[in-house]
């Protein structure tokens, strides 16, 4: 019987990050989490039926034993080296990291993993945070590597690049990256996975409009928004793998001012998908066709929640709690559980599967 590994997820969203660790079936099992939104919390416990702390991390002081803490503070408030944040953001920030190093102090995990956007390994709060690895009396027990991983080489239909850093008590030399499973450096050449693969038994033309119950009794997250006349105009101007600059030129009347002034960037602006590649970046916001590349491939509307947490790798069964736009943001922030398993597979290669006498 594979041996339970215990798993403290913080900063733990809905689970994207949990649940791919769970979905690698090596013994990994959340048994405590600390997540600040109520909607979030709801669901982690739902889905993982552990002790969820729903509030913020700075009023956690005991954490249980654990064989490993998994999570990443929230992405804002990362200054890129050398620019100034107000004093403000800087401090609530620094506190962040202070928690999440104060449950590996106490805990004592044999390894850890930090995720987080790829601007992160660039910050001034990054080198710090590599200086106490370094430094620090209990952290110098650990090995690490770190670096940005995209999604799409750990077989998520989606181009995402997330920062992961993750560290081994004990081991001197963590190797990196975690082998990629799909694309042109995965070692059988296995294809990444497309939109097509993932989402194009979904109907083009969804009926809800709010989130439901399927017939077979799962949750049914494929809601149909209601745009105007104007804005479906704009979809229709709009090709498959086309964006704002196809609105420019098939239709100069429909393009708003904002963007007929902004000749150059953002290309991802009103962009839609192609149906034989990975999506893109899925953010809170995905159901905002303005806000970037969320068009359908073909119909005339943007990805719905149930598209998104496809793109996303969540399975059907995953159930998200709380209202339309709290479950947007959990679908957006959390890690994509295919990638979430490839470095629990990872992590265990190099945490769990050698016999204790042989490390150090
Ligand atoms: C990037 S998301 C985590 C995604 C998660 N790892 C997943 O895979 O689904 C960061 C989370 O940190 C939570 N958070 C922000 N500040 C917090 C605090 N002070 N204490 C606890 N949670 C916090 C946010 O509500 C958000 O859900």
Same mark, same amino acid.
């Given at each position: 019987?594979t041996?339970?590994?215990?798993?403290?997820?913080?900063?733990? /969203?809905?689970?994207?990050?949990a !649940?791919? +660790?769970?979905?690698?079936e090596?013994?990994?099992e959340p048994?405590? &989490?600390?997540?600040?939104?109520?909607?979030a919390? #709801?669901?982690?416990?739902?889905?993982?039926?552990? #002790?969820?702390?729903?509030?913020?991390?700075?009023q956690v002081?005991?954490?249980?034993?654990?064989?490993i803490?998994?999570?990443?503070p929230p992405?804002?408030?990362f200054?890129?080296?050398?620019?100034?944040?107000?004093?403000e953001?800087? &401090?609530?920030?620094?506190?962040?990291?202070?928690h999440? !190093?104060?449950?590996?102090?106490q805990?004592?995990?044999?390894?850890? $993993?930090?995720?987080?956007?790829?601007? =992160?390994?660039?910050?001034?709060q990054f080198?710090?945070?590599?200086?106490?690895?370094?430094?620090?009396?209990?952290?110098?027990?650990?090995g690490?590597?770190?670096?940005?991983?995209?999604?799409a080489?750990?077989?998520?239909?989606?181009?995402?690049? *997330?920062?992961?850093?993750?560290a081994?008590?004990?081991?001197?030399?963590?190797?990196?990256?975690?082998?990629?499973?799909?694309?042109?450096?995965?070692?059988?050449?296995t294809?990444?996975?497309?939109?097509?693969? $993932?989402i194009?038994d979904?109907?083009?033309?969804?009926?809800?409009?709010?989130?439901?119950t399927r017939p077979d009794g799962?949750?049914? !997250?494929?809601? @149909? #928004?209601?745009?105007?006349q104007?804005?479906?105009e704009?979809?229709?101007?709009i090709?498959?793998?086309?964006?704002?600059?196809?609105? &420019?030129?098939? #239709?100069?009347?429909l393009?708003?001012?904002?963007?007929?002034?902004?000749?150059?960037?953002?290309?991802?602006?009103?962009?839609?998908?192609?149906?034989? @590649?990975? /999506?893109?970046?899925? *953010?809170?916001e =995905?159901y905002? %066709?303005?806000?970037?590349?969320?068009?359908?491939?073909?119909?005339?509307?943007?990805?719905?929640? @149930?598209?998104?947490?496809?793109?996303?790798?969540? %399975?059907?069964? +995953?159930?998200?709690?709380?209202?339309?736009?709290e $479950?947007?943001?959990?679908?957006?922030?959390a890690?994509?559980?295919?990638?979430?398993?490839?470095?629990?597979?990872?992590?265990?290669? !190099?945490?769990f599967?050698?016999?204790?006498t042989?490390?150090?």
């Amino acid at each position: 019987m594979t041996e339970q590994i215990r798993t403290i997820d913080l900063f733990a /969203g809905a689970g994207g990050l949990a !649940l791919g +660790f769970q979905q690698a079936e090596l013994g990994y099992e959340p048994i405590f &989490a600390v997540e600040i939104e109520p909607a979030a919390a #709801r669901t982690f416990k739902l889905n993982f039926d552990c #002790r969820v702390h729903d509030g913020p991390i700075e009023q956690v002081h005991d954490y249980p034993p654990a064989e490993i803490i998994i999570g990443g503070p929230p992405c804002q408030g990362f200054s890129p080296l050398g620019r100034d944040r107000d004093d403000e953001s800087r &401090a609530q920030l620094n506190e962040l990291w202070q928690h999440y !190093l104060k449950a590996v102090r106490q805990v004592r995990p044999k390894a850890f $993993v930090i995720e987080n956007v790829p601007e =992160f390994q660039k910050s001034a709060q990054f080198a710090k945070l590599l200086e106490l690895l370094d430094t620090d009396e209990e952290l110098k027990e650990y090995g690490y590597n770190y670096g940005v991983l995209n999604a799409a080489d750990y077989g998520v239909a989606q181009r995402r690049r *997330r920062g992961i850093l993750v560290a081994i008590r004990g081991l001197k030399e963590v190797p990196w990256p975690p082998p990629p499973t799909h694309g042109p450096e995965s070692q059988d050449g296995t294809p990444y996975a497309t939109l097509r693969d $993932v989402i194009a038994d979904l109907s083009p033309t969804p009926e809800i409009t709010e989130i439901g119950t399927r017939p077979d009794g799962g949750q049914d !997250l494929h809601i @149909r #928004r209601n745009p105007t006349q104007k804005s479906l105009e704009r979809y229709r101007a709009i090709p498959e793998g086309g964006n704002r600059f196809d609105l &420019a030129r098939n #239709r100069p009347d429909l393009l708003p001012n904002c963007w007929a002034n902004k000749p150059t960037g953002t290309t991802d602006v009103m962009g839609r998908l192609w149906w034989d @590649r990975p /999506g893109f970046t899925i *953010r809170t916001e =995905f159901y905002k %066709p303005e806000k970037g590349r969320y068009l359908h491939p073909t119909a005339d509307r943007p990805i719905t929640h @149930r598209e998104a947490a496809r793109i996303q790798s969540f %399975p059907d069964d +995953f159930v998200f709690e709380g209202s339309k736009i709290e $479950v947007a943001r959990q679908i957006g922030n959390a890690v994509p559980p295919n990638l979430a398993k490839a470095l629990a597979e990872f992590v265990y290669r !190099l945490a769990f599967a050698t016999p204790v006498t042989e490390e150090a």
